[in-house]
């Protein structure tokens, strides 16, 4: 199945105040909406955007299904992922990265 998505952008206004709103929507469900704010400039929206967009995880996702991956290659990353969420579980904590202590 292609990845596929869409951006939307649409001017528009009460009283002749102009306002932009912009969509970006992914077919899986993510969708990132963004209205410019009063007196914003276009690369302030569009920084505050690509920021929303990274947030969301559209961009990991559309990096993750860049290549078909093999099902046998999802369960070797899923096992190793498990492997090593499972060592971390193992290690003892330290004075200094335990939460609340500085270390001292």
């Known amino acids: 199945m292609p990845f596929q998505e869409t951006v939307s952008a649409s001017i528009g206004g009460r009283r002749g105040r102009s306002r932009m709103f912009i969509e970006f929507t992914v077919s899986e469900g993510f969708?990132?909406?963004?209205?410019?704010?009063?007196?914003?400039?276009?690369?302030?929206?569009?920084?505050?955007?690509?920021?929303?967009?990274?947030?969301?995880?559209?961009?990991?996702?559309?990096?993750?299904?860049?290549?078909?991956?093999?099902?046998?290659?999802?369960?070797?990353?899923?096992?190793?992922?498990?492997?090593?969420?499972?060592?971390?579980a193992r290690m003892p904590l330290t004075a200094s990265i335990r939460p609340g202590r500085t270390g001292r």
Do not use: C, N, T
């Open 31 to 88: 969708v990132v909406k963004l209205r410019l704010r009063e007196r914003e400039s276009i690369q302030e929206a569009v920084r505050r955007f690509r920021k929303l967009v990274e947030h969301s995880g559209i961009k990991k996702e559309m990096r993750r299904r860049e290549f078909y991956e093999k099902p046998s290659d999802k369960r070797r990353r899923a096992r190793r992922r498990a492997e090593r969420r499972a060592r971390m």
